[in-house]
């Protein structure tokens, strides 16, 4: 069977209310669409959501950066954005930063994370979908899942993964991209991934070169060069005999780290795993929300989802990031709960400086 290509391409369309939720509605148009344009390209695919963004989920055989499939990506969030605009809803077509389909939907405002590979007798496959952060909050699950042998005892007792994994690792300012071999050069990867407002990991490979991870990686508000709401977002995992086991995918999960974003794209603060009916970010816009699904692949149809952080499992997790989420608010508008100066350059702060500049002139 020839390769199949995974492609998660995500959106903020419009909150419904404010920045918190997706509207039902939307989903439906989505799913229309993409049912009626994509029945030709794609094999098989799903609309999700988490706070206010909405994930396509696609499988086809046409490649990563595939145009079609880009297109009608982008068609489809237009689509919605109509309905959006109908309803009025918070930010109708937020995410959409160009008027025109320009080839390729990378610098155009939705996030991508697309892979290509040979399906395995049995391909379990998560797709890992974030609201109220940024590309770098998978900075550190990632490490965990493919680098800490504290997390994943696959690395040590698994003949198939104790070679370690490749770490591609994109500088969002620059615009470039590093590699690092794990784990003979982790000291090295670190120094980079620790930073996780600028760099970000793009991908992760087995050392035969086949793909293990994959992110989106944009930062819409350097593109954009204001303030357009965070990134949010999506990543795919592929899971079991040479990868990491689904259990040690989510393990990372159930240490709610701080990441960036929360409220006005702003604050640091936990970002906490949650099921899909769970991922309504409220509480000062937030928490930021993690979702995981699960998907067995059979010849490119997506079996499932299953909805992994649901799980019981979880739950002192979350009431970790609640306790976090405390602990960070009682700060105020101090830092570091608030983010330093430098992150808030494309927040609306600097027009309120340069007015305070002008006064005390
Ligand atoms: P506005 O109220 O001006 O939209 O700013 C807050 C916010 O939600 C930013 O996206
Ligand atoms: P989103 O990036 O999810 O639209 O959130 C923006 C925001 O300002 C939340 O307070
Ligand atoms: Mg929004
Ligand atoms: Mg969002």
Known sequence: MSKITFSVIKADIGGFVGHSSVHPDLLKVAEKYLGEKGKDLLIDFKV??????????????????????????WDTFLECTRLAREYKLYGAGQDLLSDSFSGNIKGMGPGVAEMEFEERPS??????????????????????????????????????MHD?????????????????????????????????????????????????????????????????????????VRC??????????????????????????????PLMPVSLQDATPTRFDGPPRVVALGFQLSNGKLIGPQDFFADKGFDRARQKALEIADYMRSHGPFEPHRLPLDEMEYTTLPRVMEKLSQKNL
């Open 48 to 73: 999700s959501h988490v706070g206010d963004d909405i994930n396509l989920i696609m499988t086809h055989k046409k490649g990563v950066d595939c145009e079609e499939v880009h297109k009608l990506a």
């Open 123 to 160: 391909e379990p496959v998560i797709v890992f979908m974030a609201d109220k952060t940024e590309p770098g909050a998978w900075n550190l699950p990632l490490y965990k899942m493919f680098a800490d042998p504290f997390n994943t005892i696959g690395l040590i007792i698994d003949p198939k």
């Open 164 to 236: 370690g994994f490749i770490f591609e690792v994109m500088d969002t300012v620059e615009n470039k991209l590093m590699k690092f071999s794990s784990p003979e050069e982790i000291y090295d990867l670190l120094v980079f991934l620790g930073a996780f407002n600028r760099y970000a990991v793009k991908a992760v490979y087995n050392k035969k070169g086949e793909p293990a991870a994959a992110s989106s990686t944009q930062r819409m508000n350097l593109m954009a060069g204001r303030y357009v709401g965070k990134d949010d977002p999506v990543m795919i």
């Open 240 to 269: 079991q005999n040479g990868f990491p086991a689904v259990g040690e995918a989510l393990e990372p999960f159930a240490n709610p780290h701080l990441v960036s974003g929360w409220m006005r794209g702003s604050h640091f603060g």
